[in-house]
């Protein structure tokens, strides 16, 4: 995920280094495009499978063996339906939800534990995410407000000592921090650049470490959106197994021996997609927002050297 910003941030930065010196500079080679987990056809497949085992259970309850229908008449099977559908205390489904969690297994309850880590903790990266972008948002945009009404470079770094820390303000002190060192070592007393090429590796490491600081904990969202579906499938075929083993255990398909088992598949489902969709939908959103700050990390760092080349080049 990191490579996917920062090839882009790369790319822009090597654009002010060619801006700076006339020299063209190529992207590392290691900067490579990353791709959004494809989740989406995954649960395709995991729905369609879903399906496909409902159906046998379905066959199984419908189409018993002959030796279980000689056990078991027609009218008999018939009434032991009907009893467990009249039943005064519902049966499995009587205390809802949280009654069909108790009646679980503890393979069930293990798969339905991970997924609850998985959620608790990727809706706690989602809500700090969300609080660091919106606040480094606004204050990188009152901060480059400031800096264009600047008429003079020091009135900018008085300004910057007065304001909340933000990116592009982290990308100005480091420019004018080489700014300084190229200054002192002229030995004149007076700002100077002589050379640009310095300012902008600077300023290019700078962008580079604040896009990784807004990207650091994306990888659990994009691993909880990859990989709580297939948990939650993990649990949806344990409990279809436990369902197909319960009526070889009984000899019977009605439906009192085939719910414990399927509400337990469906449980883990419900799970797993309810812990994946948000982190899928968070992390999309984040990388956008990432997306659109390293773009206006670059185009400060390039108005920065230009202003830089006009008034300070010697």
């Not at 339906?81 to 009249?86: D, G, H, K």
Request: aromatic share 8%; net charge positive.
């Amino acid at each position: 995920m990191s490579s996917v910003t920062r090839g882009h941030g790369l790319g822009r930065q090597a654009r002010v280094a060619g801006t700076a010196g006339g020299t063209r500079v190529r992207n590392p080679p290691g900067a490579t495009t990353d791709s959004i987990p494809c989740t989406v056809p995954h649960l395709i497949r995991f729905l369609r499978f879903l399906r496909l085992l409902a159906a046998l259970v379905a066959f199984a309850a419908v189409r018993t063996p002959s030796a279980w229908a000689q056990q078991v008449p027609e009218q008999q099977a018939l009434s032991e339906v009907t009893s467990v559908a009249l039943d005064s205390g519902g049966g499995i489904f009587a205390d809802g939800f949280l009654g069909l969690i108790i009646a679980a297994g503890p393979v069930a309850w293990l798969v339905l534990a991970t997924l609850l880590f998985f959620s608790v903790v990727s809706w706690a990266v989602i809500l700090t995410k969300s609080r660091a972008l919106s606040r480094a948002e606004q204050q990188s945009a009152a901060f480059l407000q400031r800096f264009r009404k600047a008429e003079r470079l020091t009135d900018v770094v008085d300004a910057a000592e007065r304001m909340p820390p933000s990116p592009l303000l982290q990308l100005f002190r480091a420019g004018y921090d080489e700014v300084l060192f190229q200054s002192r070592t002229a030995g004149d007393g007076h700002l100077r650049v002589s050379n640009l090429e310095a300012v902008a590796r600077r300023l290019l490491r700078a962008a580079s470490t604040e896009t990784a600081r807004f990207e650091q904990r994306m990888t659990f969202l994009a691993t909880t959106g990859g990989a709580t579906p297939f948990i939650g499938l993990f649990g949806t075929v344990w409990g279809i197994m436990q369902a197909f083993r319960d009526i070889a255990a009984t000899q019977a398909a009605n439906i009192s021996v085939v719910a414990p088992g399927v509400s337990e598949a469906l449980i883990a489902t419900a799970a797993g997609l309810a812990a994946a969709i948000p982190a899928v939908i968070a992390y999309n959103a984040f990388l956008a927002r990432i997306r659109t700050l390293g773009a206006s990390m670059d185009d400060f760092s390039m108005e920065y050297v230009a202003l830089l080349e006009r008034h300070l080049v010697r």
